[in-house]
């Protein structure tokens, strides 16, 4: 059975709405997720109004990171929650597990952000209620959520509402928050402030309702809990209205830096009455308006277009291009963002280098701003870099794998699952070992340069997150004195299928690839930027440093092709044993191979968690010919399990640059449907934020071709068969470009102020200012791209 519709939306609507058709309560996670709503700041998780066994209900403020106790790491805690909303008819609960259902909708528009339900349902004692619930996270004022519900009775009953602040909610069972205070004031406004327990956040959270019909308001006040009574009595057929407004602060909010606590708790309190007052006069109606206006924004700014027989994929870019835009805090730098954005529990909150792989992409060629912002926080990454480097013996910045708040450094668990054959916890080695995400981070420093030529960045920020970065790869080398050559021992690469590997190609390609930016940095400084050069070198001994990138640059092992044209993914990868992998390759779920195997036992067989040579050409895929790239392609793919949600994209990108339209096009539907397909379990504790971004990259970066050869933009479209035309925005050094792609053309509009040139098939095209640009597509380039089948 299917639950979920992608095709509800008709006229201006079409490609815009989601549905969940039928109500399942073994599958609430899926749309609790990607239902999900917020702006950055405020992330709400869309459980229903009604309370179920199985429910997830989330809410978290960026930045409000606690340890729920010593032994544990920190994360996002789940904020009292303010979207339960009971309704007795005649003392029975709406529970739609009782009593007879006869409808059931709940529709997530993308193009306001409004989720709204709809139900026809039948108590037990044969009372017809027909019913619609609305909530909006306001993307104008990111303080700000609101629900409005409107009900029908076939009968006259007795009603209560009760809604309220819950505080009782928990992070799976773990406890954030203490020194609750709570009070009402004029019986109806509520209002909540609690502190983390260990990073001692104060929240300060505000509600009030608003009902249509005169009722009996009754405060109570429980152990954890704060909520109303509206008590009344309800005629057949009679409209009943009733709202709600929520309010949420923060003391890590940026309007609060600087300010004594006392201040910033007694501000909190006034801000909240003064928001929730001004919100409550204009209603769900006024609150949503305002919400849309900044919506039709940023979609008249960021839609992408697809052509052809392609609603699905329409839709599915826009469902990505939603979730982007709230899961960042666009202007605050001491945030990033999380493996599961604002939407679930999972991976706590915390930053990988999902960010800059998959998620900054899209912030540098449409959202320059924002990827500035991104690139900040990297940046006050570095205190938490430079303590990781010195505690595990090296110099310079070994980025933690997992971030979050920006002076927590390492953040990873120590412990994560259970070894099926042991039975005892499985040690978690990413954040000891997997290196790789500090020559990353220094690759997006590099390509947020490139693209915006944000020179200010670089002399503040970026400069100095390459040297640093280079320093830690130059002193984490091993001289092997036999070959005379350094090499990179112990790591594991993108594909976490392989523990304590030497050699990892991607690692050491991307290792050497920082080492030499760094190189060609002093370089540059010592020539033409002397003042900066002098700054940095106070900080960092450059000429020590560059001494040492040019001896040990040019010792690095670099992994490169054997006769039959495979890079080995790490040392001896090719002498592991083979498994058959197709039930693992057809399971619905991803990770059923630890239903057979351990880590150790996995790491003796040719099997691939994600994306790891294959990943290593998207980001440096100049560095090797097309055969080698297919060659590989044919090699590494059929034994990885793309158990990671980051693998697909890639692998779609890679197979059409090589011309493996068909291939490419599975991959890209597969990366379409993590979370947005039918399979309900895949988003239980969050969205895919890598994922997200993998949909754009593959979009635009694949199929669009646009990708960045040193500082030129380079265009190289190739557009699945299903697909007519595909249109998109893009900013490159300040200029908004509009670029339609087709079958036999490319047309670019020049919104910005100055010429903008770029290589599309080779040939250098320059568009001036406010003008548009239309060139024909060689038919020669697919056919050589169709050489690799």
Same mark, same amino acid.
């Not at 197979?655 to 988003?683: H, P, Q, R, T, W």
């Given at each position: 059975?299917?639950?979920?519709?992608?095709?509800?939306?008709?006229?201006?609507?079409?490609?815009?709405?989601?549905?969940?058709?039928?109500?399942?309560?073994?599958? /609430?996670?899926?749309?609790?997720?990607?239902?999900?709503?917020?702006?950055?700041?405020?992330?709400?998780?869309?459980?229903?109004?009604?309370?179920?066994?199985?429910?997830?209900?989330?809410?978290?403020?960026?930045?409000?990171?606690?340890?729920?106790?010593?032994?544990?790491?920190?994360?996002?805690?789940?904020?009292?929650?303010?979207?339960?909303?009971?309704?007795? +008819?005649?003392?029975?609960?709406?529970?739609?597990?009782?009593?007879?259902? @006869?409808?059931?909708?709940?529709?997530?528009?993308?193009?306001?952000?409004?989720?709204?339900?709809?139900? +026809?349902?039948?108590?037990?004692?044969?009372?017809?209620?027909?019913?619609?619930?609305?909530?909006?996270?306001?993307?104008?004022?990111? $303080?700000?959520?609101?629900?409005?519900?409107?009900?029908?009775?076939?009968?006259?009953?007795?009603?209560? *509402?009760?809604?309220? +602040?819950?505080?009782?909610?928990?992070?799976?069972?773990?406890?954030?928050?203490?020194?609750?205070?709570?009070?009402?004031?004029?019986?109806?406004?509520?209002?909540?402030?609690?502190?983390?327990?260990?990073?001692?956040?104060?929240?300060?959270?505000?509600?009030?309702?608003?009902?249509?019909?005169?009722?009996?308001?009754?405060?109570?006040?429980?152990?954890?809990?704060?909520?109303?009574?509206?008590?009344?009595?309800?005629?057949?057929?009679?409209?009943?209205?009733?709202?709600?407004?929520?309010?949420?602060?923060?003391?890590?909010?940026?309007?609060?830096?600087?300010?004594?606590?006392?201040?910033? +708790?007694?501000?909190?309190?006034?801000?909240?009455?003064?928001?929730?007052?001004?919100?409550?006069?204009?209603?769900?109606?006024?609150?949503?308006?305002?919400?849309?206006?900044?919506?039709?924004?940023?979609?008249?700014?960021?839609?992408?277009?697809? =052509?052809?027989?392609?609603?699905?994929?329409?839709?599915?870019?826009?469902?990505?291009?939603? $979730?982007?835009?709230?899961?960042?805090?666009?202007?605050?730098?001491?945030?990033?963002?999380?493996?599961?954005?604002?939407?679930?529990?999972?991976?706590?909150?915390?930053?990988?280098?999902?960010?800059?792989?998959?998620?900054?992409?899209?912030?540098?060629?449409?959202?320059?701003?924002?990827?500035?912002?991104?690139?900040?926080?990297?940046?006050?990454?570095?205190?938490?870099?430079?303590?990781?480097?010195?505690?595990?013996?090296?110099?310079?910045?070994?980025?933690?794998? =997992?971030?979050?708040?920006?002076?927590?450094?390492?953040?990873?668990?120590?412990?994560?699952?259970?070894?099926?054959?042991?039975?005892?916890?499985?040690?978690?080695?990413?954040?000891?070992?997997?290196?790789?995400?500090?020559?990353?981070?220094?690759?997006?420093?590099?390509?947020?340069?490139?693209?915006?030529?944000?020179?200010?960045?670089?002399?503040?920020?970026?400069?100095?997150?390459?040297?640093?970065?280079?320093?830690?790869?130059?002193?984490?080398?091993?001289?092997?004195?036999?070959?005379?050559?350094?090499?990179?021992?112990?790591?594991?690469?993108?594909?976490?299928?392989?523990?304590?590997?030497?050699?990892?190609?991607?690692?050491?390609?991307?290792?050497? $690839?920082?080492? =030499?930016?760094?190189?060609?940095?002093?370089?540059?400084?010592?020539?033409?930027?002397?003042?900066?050069?002098?700054?940095?070198?106070?900080?960092?001994? /450059?000429?020590?440093?560059?001494?040492?990138?040019?001896?040990?640059?040019?010792? /690095?092992?670099?992994?490169?092709?054997?006769?039959?044209?495979?890079?080995?993914?790490?040392?001896?990868?090719?002498?592991?044993?083979?498994?058959?992998?197709?039930?693992?390759?057809?399971?619905?779920?991803?990770?059923?191979?630890?239903?057979?195997?351990?880590?150790?036992?996995?790491?003796?067989?040719?099997?691939?968690?994600?994306?790891?040579?294959?990943?290593?050409?998207?980001?440096?895929?100049?560095?090797?010919?097309?055969?080698?790239?297919?060659?590989?392609?044919?090699?590494?793919?059929?034994?990885?399990?793309?158990?990671?949600?980051?693998?697909?994209? *890639?692998?779609?990108?890679?197979?059409?640059?090589?011309?493996?339209?068909?291939?490419?096009?599975?991959?890209?539907?597969?990366?379409?449907?993590?979370?947005?397909?039918?399979?309900?379990?895949?988003?239980?504790?969050? *969205?895919?934020?890598?994922?997200?971004?993998?949909?754009? @990259?593959?979009?635009?970066?694949?199929?669009?071709?646009?990708?960045?050869?040193?500082? !030129?933009?380079?265009?190289?479209? !190739?557009?699945?068969?299903?697909?007519?035309?595909?249109?998109?925005?893009?900013?490159?050094?300040?200029?908004?470009?509009?670029?339609?792609?087709?079958?036999?053309?490319?047309?670019?509009?020049? $919104?910005?102020?100055?010429?903008?040139?770029?290589?599309?098939?080779?040939?250098?095209?320059?568009?001036?200012?406010?003008?548009?640009?239309?060139?024909?597509?060689?038919?020669?380039?697919?056919?050589?791209?169709?050489?690799?089948?």
């Amino acid at each position: 059975m299917n639950r979920l519709k992608y095709n509800a939306g008709t006229g201006n609507q079409k490609n815009w709405l989601i549905q969940e058709t039928v109500f399942d309560e073994r599958y /609430l996670g899926k749309c609790e997720a990607i239902f999900a709503q917020g702006n950055g700041y405020l992330g709400v998780r869309n459980a229903l109004e009604e309370t179920y066994t199985g429910e997830v209900r989330d809410t978290f403020i960026t930045g409000t990171f606690n340890k729920a106790s010593s032994e544990e790491v920190t994360e996002l805690p789940n904020i009292p929650d303010m979207t339960g909303i009971n309704i007795k +008819i005649n003392g029975q609960e709406l529970n739609l597990l009782k009593g007879k259902l @006869e409808r059931y909708c709940r529709t997530m528009n993308l193009k306001n952000g409004e989720v709204v339900r709809e139900i +026809i349902w039948e108590t037990p004692s044969k009372i017809r209620l027909q019913a619609q619930f609305r909530r909006i996270v306001s993307l104008e004022n990111e $303080h700000l959520m609101a629900t409005a519900v409107e009900f029908f009775l076939d009968q006259d009953a007795d009603l209560v *509402i009760e809604t309220g +602040i819950d505080g009782s909610v928990t992070n799976s069972g773990a406890q954030h928050f203490c020194n609750i205070e709570r009070r009402v004031y004029d019986i109806n406004e509520m209002q909540y402030v609690s502190q983390t327990t260990e990073s001692q956040i104060w929240i300060a959270q505000h509600a009030v309702c608003r009902l249509n019909v005169k009722a009996d308001v009754l405060p109570e006040m429980g152990r954890r809990t704060l909520k109303n009574k509206y008590h009344f009595r309800a005629k057949k057929d009679q409209k009943i209205s009733f709202e709600k407004v929520s309010v949420y602060h923060s003391s890590r909010d940026m309007g609060y830096m600087g300010k004594q606590n006392e201040q910033i +708790i007694e501000k909190m309190k006034q801000d909240g009455r003064d928001v929730l007052k001004t919100a409550f006069s204009k209603g769900y109606e006024g609150i949503k308006r305002e919400s849309e206006k900044q919506w039709e924004k940023y979609w008249k700014a960021s839609d992408i277009i697809i =052509e052809g027989n392609a609603d699905f994929d329409q839709l599915a870019i826009r469902f990505a291009l939603y $979730h982007l835009n709230i899961m960042v805090k666009h202007e605050d730098n001491r945030v990033g963002i999380g493996a599961k954005a604002l939407t679930g529990e999972g991976y706590k909150g915390h930053s990988f280098w999902d960010t800059e792989m998959f998620i900054l992409p899209y912030f540098i060629f449409t959202k320059p701003e924002t990827a500035r912002t991104l690139l900040e926080y990297r940046y006050k990454n570095l205190y938490g870099a430079r303590k990781k480097a010195q505690k595990n013996g090296y110099e310079g910045a070994m980025y933690p794998w =997992e971030c979050a708040w920006v002076s927590d450094g390492e953040v990873t668990p120590e412990y994560a699952g259970t070894d099926v054959i042991t039975g005892e916890c499985t040690k978690c080695w990413t954040g000891l070992i997997e290196h790789h995400i500090t020559a990353d981070i220094a690759y997006a420093v590099e390509q947020y340069y490139l693209v915006t030529n944000d020179q200010d960045y670089m002399e503040q920020y970026g400069c100095e997150i390459i040297l640093e970065t280079a320093r830690f790869w130059a002193s984490r080398l091993q001289y092997v004195e036999e070959q005379d050559r350094y090499e990179i021992l112990d790591v594991i690469g993108p594909d976490e299928y392989k523990e304590h590997v030497d050699n990892n190609a991607y690692t050491n390609y991307m290792a050497k $690839h920082n080492m =030499e930016l760094a190189l060609h940095m002093i370089q540059e400084l010592e020539a033409k930027h002397v003042d900066l050069y002098g700054k940095l070198d106070q900080k960092i001994n /450059l000429l020590k440093l560059k001494k040492t990138l040019e001896e040990r640059i040019e010792k /690095l092992y670099i992994p490169k092709p054997d006769t039959d044209g495979i890079i080995s993914q790490a040392d001896g990868f090719k002498n592991l044993k083979e498994l058959d992998l197709t039930k693992y390759k057809l399971a619905e779920q991803v990770g059923t191979i630890f239903d057979d195997f351990n880590i150790q036992q996995i790491s003796q067989y040719k099997v691939i968690k994600q994306a790891d040579i294959i990943m290593l050409f998207f980001v440096l895929g100049v560095l090797f010919d097309k055969e080698i790239q297919r060659k590989n392609f044919e090699y590494y793919e059929e034994k990885t399990l793309h158990d990671s949600s980051l693998s697909k994209c *890639i692998h779609a990108i890679i197979a059409n640059d090589l011309g493996m339209e068909e291939i490419a096009y599975e991959f890209y539907e597969s990366c379409l449907n993590v979370d947005l397909g039918l399979y309900m379990k895949s988003s239980d504790a969050g *969205i895919h934020s890598a994922s997200i971004g993998g949909i754009w @990259e593959s979009t635009v970066m694949g199929f669009g071709g646009v990708r960045m050869k040193g500082e !030129k933009l380079y265009l190289t479209p !190739k557009l699945p068969q299903k697909w007519t035309k595909l249109t998109f925005p893009l900013c490159i050094k300040g200029n908004f470009l509009k670029i339609s792609v087709d079958k036999t053309s490319v047309t670019v509009i020049n $919104h910005g102020n100055e010429e903008v040139s770029f290589l599309l098939q080779e040939e250098m095209v320059k568009v001036p200012a406010g003008m548009k640009m239309e060139r024909k597509i060689r038919e020669n380039e697919y056919e050589i791209s169709r050489h690799y089948f």
